[in-house]
């Protein structure tokens, strides 16, 4: 009787390093994988970082054309001469 509990010990602890060999597996994967999604994450902020600074340019640029544009409809737009039909 003795022997069978401790062949039912040495099974459960078999089973446990098992396990817990398993959940190291796991974890390392985790962590490999966790590795790779912060890394992807830096690039995208990076990216959309340097999108902003791109949307910001353009906007400026948009904004200084349309006032020189501005500038040329004040300069072509026809002046209000009075006419004398008098004569």
């Given at each position: 009787?003795?022997l069978?509990?401790?062949?039912?010990?040495?099974?459960?602890i078999?089973?446990?390093?098992?396990?817990v060999?398993?959940?190291?597996?796991?974890?390392?994967?985790?962590?490999s994988?966790?590795?790779?999604?912060?890394?992807?994450?830096?690039?995208?902020?990076?990216?959309?970082?340097?999108?902003?600074?791109?949307?910001?340019?353009?906007?400026?640029r948009?904004?200084?054309?349309?006032?020189?544009?501005?500038?040329?409809?004040?300069?072509?737009?026809?002046?209000?001469?009075?006419?004398?039909?008098?004569?």
């Open positions: 009787m003795a069978e509990k401790l062949e039912a010990l040495e099974a459960r078999r089973n446990l390093v098992e396990i060999q398993e959940l190291k597996r796991t974890n390392a994967a985790l962590q994988e966790l590795r790779t999604v912060r890394g992807r994450l830096l690039e995208q902020e990076e990216l959309n970082r340097r999108w902003e600074e791109e949307r910001t340019d353009v906007k400026s948009i904004e200084k054309v349309l006032g020189e544009l501005d500038v040329l409809d004040a300069l072509g737009e026809p002046k209000e001469v009075a006419l004398d039909y008098d004569h």
